[in-house]
């Protein structure tokens, strides 16, 4: 193998695929990246089992060829470089790497011990505009829980639902749901939190669509010069839509950062009760006030005007709320619930896609 | 005691106290901060024994008094609040806080059993302007020991020699030196780097002169409202001066942005090696070369042109070598030494106010 590609270029591909590489894995050729010809392009690729990430990037190949090496070095090595051309010459597994000033050699590990990319057959396949599945993974991955022993839990839930297409996650103790358009397919899959978690990282401010393929196994999300794939979560996700009330006996609607910041300082006065904070909605003087007590240290009240439908209180965990307050676009909040002891959503007033759900804690 | 004083004083004066209060200490009363009237003025103070440091804002005070409260819960608390005036008023250990749509309590602890701060009697006292000061910790400190089993090299040397006023530091594998103007006192005193990092992060790019004065066993700096004592250490600081050489036959001049390239991507591979890399001075090519090896992983080789005087090699520790680049001032620097084992020196062409040292490893 030997081959001319640009230090930018190069230093992105790394930068994108590297984080998936382990180095404190059981299997060592893991912590490599995998460089690889293929045609005019030069692939770089890291996976670890679970994920597979590949970056295209174009290079002048002289001679075509494939070697593993070391992903932290490689990635350190290459970002410390100067921008301009930089040449790989393979020799033996061992690759040299010149670039002006620098002349480097990396002992690799031969390719043919690197774990294949899976592949997928007989898939279905649909389009979304990155920046829309860009700002749905920001407002719905918190809610996704990291408890492997209820292992769907652990996923983000994408599929159709009467003809739209949702993006749905929950711990049981929250719940984040948003729509991501309309469609006439029916596809349904359950996606590790974690692989869309090294997908958000990558994507930038593309305009494009990233398409998505699946089979029953696995997912293959394709943008740009990037692939990813992910092995689906097994198991049926709980029917989560029967948890969204329709209706609230008792609602406040304020500023979202106003909210935002008497939250805020509650939970400093929480952290003996696991940040657990007391919301009352006073429609007499129309104004939420959240009080929280620690024992030891003192209490406080905050509040903060409010459009208050319905007198009422409820006990929430003050970390989900500000998940939720965080998630929200736009400047207008509306929290509802029905008793302290059901569900309570937060969503922005103008619009309808997004809805965020925080179980209430006993009070 | 009853007050009203600004959010943004208060903050202020917080942040810059209360980092010194430490909540895994033995004596729990030193995880609060001291707010106490002083006059006209508030006084808001934390210690660890060793350090104290004290900051006064303006207030309207009422009614006099002192209490401690818990230092972070105040820091974090008030920072969240938003600006204007916030209302203190003490009933029984109990701090009110009220500020417009807060209103909160913080149980106090007596302000008696907070330890006295120290005083220091018959002082030395002398000016230095605080940008100065501050330059020269930043170009200082990093070569003090956290090896508290050699009290003298945890601290700083803030000496007179033959008229001026020098700041030194060293850790025995490297040393930094630099003069902060002339004097016609004698003085000579060794302040712990943790004052000094403290100090550091306190100094803002105050236009005035720090006040240094010091007895034998306490040092206070005093610059616009805030107070900083610490204990000195005790035990006679090395005799520094002899370790610098002052003529050298092998030197290199170059570019200092290029030896912190070339020296960042040789410590990549040096990492196996604890950091060793070793360089050449090559005169018939006018250049520098780094050379360093990773025997599992690979090595590298990274050049620079630069006018040698002198052909030689030695091998340094990178991280000690960054160290030296990052805190020299100017674009040009000049690496000198004897022989393979005697110190290396690595200044500023342009400026004979600093000199660093990095001794050399054995290769």
């Known amino acids: 193998m030997k081959l001319q590609v640009t230090q930018e270029n190069l230093h992105k591909a790394l930068g994108n695929v590297s984080r998936v590489a382990n180095a404190k894995g059981t299997l060592p050729i893991l ?30 190949v002289e001679t075509e060829g494939s070697i593993t090496v070391p992903a932290r070095l490689m990635q350190e090595f290459i970002s410390s470089l100067p921008s301009g051309t930089i040449t790989l010459d393979l020799n033996d597994n061992k690759l040299n790497i010149t670039a002006e000033h620098y002349n480097s050699t ?8 690197f774990p294949e990319m899976p592949e997928i ?42 003809g739209k297409i949702l993006m749905a996650a929950t711990d049981s103790y929250r719940l984040a749901e948003k729509e991501l358009g309309e469609t006439k397919l029916e596809s349904s899959l359950l996606v590790p939190a974690s692989a869309l978690q090294d997908l958000l990282r990558i994507l930038g401010d593309e305009d494009g669509d990233i398409n998505v393929s699946h089979d029953d196994q696995q997912v293959l999300f394709k943008f740009e010069d990037v692939q990813l794939v992910a092995r689906l979560i097994e198991g049926k996700y709980p029917d989560y839509k029967t948890l969204i009330p329709s209706e609230f006996s008792h609602t406040a609607t304020l500023p979202k950062n106003e909210l935002v910041n008497i939250t805020k300082v509650s939970s400093l006065f929480a952290r003996e009760s696991a940040g657990s904070i007391t919301l009352n909605l006073d429609s ?23 459009a208050i439908d319905g007198d009422g209180s409820i006990t929430l965990n003050s970390r989900y709320l ?42």
Chains 1, 2 share one sequence.
């Open 31 to 60: 912590s490599n990246v995998l460089i690889k010809t293929d045609g005019k392009k030069l692939s770089i690729s890291a996976t670890n089992l679970d994920i597979a990430i590949s970056h295209f990037v174009g290079s002048k």
């Open 106 to 113: 990396i002992n690799g590990a031969s390719a043919e011990d």
């Open 121 to 162: 057959t007989d898939a279905k396949t649909f389009d979304i505009p990155a920046r829309q599945f860009k700002a749905a993974l920001q407002q719905v991955l918190m809610a996704a829980s990291n408890d492997e022993s209820r292992p769907v839990l652990t996923g983000v839930y994408l599929h159709v639902h009467e």
């Open 284 to 306: 007499s003087k129309q104004e939420v006030s959240i009080r929280s007590v620690a024992s030891q240290l003192g209490e406080n009240t905050a509040t903060a005007a409010a």
């Open 322 to 363: 500000l998940d939720a307050l965080g998630a929200i676009d736009g400047d207008e909040v509306q929290i509802g619930f029905n008793s302290k002891l059901e569900p309570c959503v937060v969503r922005p007033t103008k619009q309808s896609d997004y809805t965020h759900i925080v179980m209430p804690l006993k009070s």
